[in-house]
T-cell receptor, first 111, second 114 residues
Framework: EAQVTQNPRYLITVTGKKLTVTCSQNMNHEYMSWYRQDPGLGLRQIYYSMNVEVTDKGDVPEGYKVSRKEKRNFPLILESPSPNQTSLYFC??????????FGPGTRLTVL | QQQVKQSPQSLIVQKGGISIINCAYE??????FPWYQQFPGKGPALLIAIRPDVSEKKEGRFTISFNKSAKQFSLHIMDSQPGDSATYFC?????????????FGDGTTLTVKP
């Protein structure tokens, strides 16, 4: 089944404790992105990647890191999480831009 | 500066009615305009999309109307059904020149009453 998977689905952590949210797609897509979704603010793009080793900032990259060492994986790293990063996070992939396929989401709470 | 403005924030429609959601954009370089549908607890999924070389695209009960000169596009849901109750996002992308960079509207929560 073609899909985008994210882990974990739910995470509660404390301020300053480094964490990684993994994202993997099995559709051989070139493009991958991370978004955060907050009430009333829609989906805001954090980072995106056009191919292996090629990444670029979205609209809200502060406090986040990404890497794209393999085509199928695009982990999101929070080096020192803060409460304002409490949010619902989505990973997405697309073949060449255009239609994006989203993962199921990761709900992160930073205390 | 918000590049894609979506309205209304919420919408309540009777079953069988027409739901209309509007979006306006600033960046004339945008050349791909999708609408995504999101149900509670799920990720968004593409509903319908349009490129600026056409003014309208219809897929079943869903239609996108596109006005390039006004920099506006809208989603029309005909014969709205309770199963259409969801959050709808418009988006815009420079698919030809900056593929991957996407800007979304704030979303519209649609409730269709039986």
């Amino acid at each position: 089944e073609a899909q985008v998977t994210q882990n974990p689905r739910y995470l509660i952590t404390v301020t300053g404790k480094k964490l990684t949210v993994t994202c993997s797609q099995n559709m051989n897509h070139e493009y991958m992105s991370w978004y955060r979704q907050d009430p009333g603010l829609g989906l805001r793009q954090i980072y995106y990647s056009m191919n292996v080793e090629v990444t670029d900032k979205g609209d809200v990259p502060e406090g986040y890191k990404v890497s794209r060492k393999e085509k199928r994986n695009f982990p999101l790293i929070l080096e020192s999480p803060s409460p304002n990063q409490t949010s619902l996070y989505f990973c997405a992939s697309s073949l060449s831009g255009g239609e994006q396929f989203f993962g199921p989401g990761t709900r992160l709470t930073v205390l | 500066q918000q590049q894609v403005k979506q309205s209304p924030q919420s919408l309540i429609v009777q079953k069988g009615g027409i739901s209309i959601i509007n979006c306006a954009y600033e960046n004339t370089a945008f050349d791909y305009f999708p609408w995504y549908q999101q149900f509670p607890g799920k990720g968004p999924a593409l509903l319908i999309a349009i490129r600026p070389d056409v003014s309208e695209k219809k897929e079943g009960r869903f239609t996108i109307s596109f006005n390039k000169s006004a920099k506006q596009f809208s989603l029309h849901i005909m014969d709205s059904q309770p199963g259409d109750s969801a959050t709808y996002f418009c988006a815009a992308e420079e698919a030809n020149t900056n593929a991957g960079k996407s800007t979304f509207g704030d979303g519209t929560t649609l409730t269709v009453k039986p």
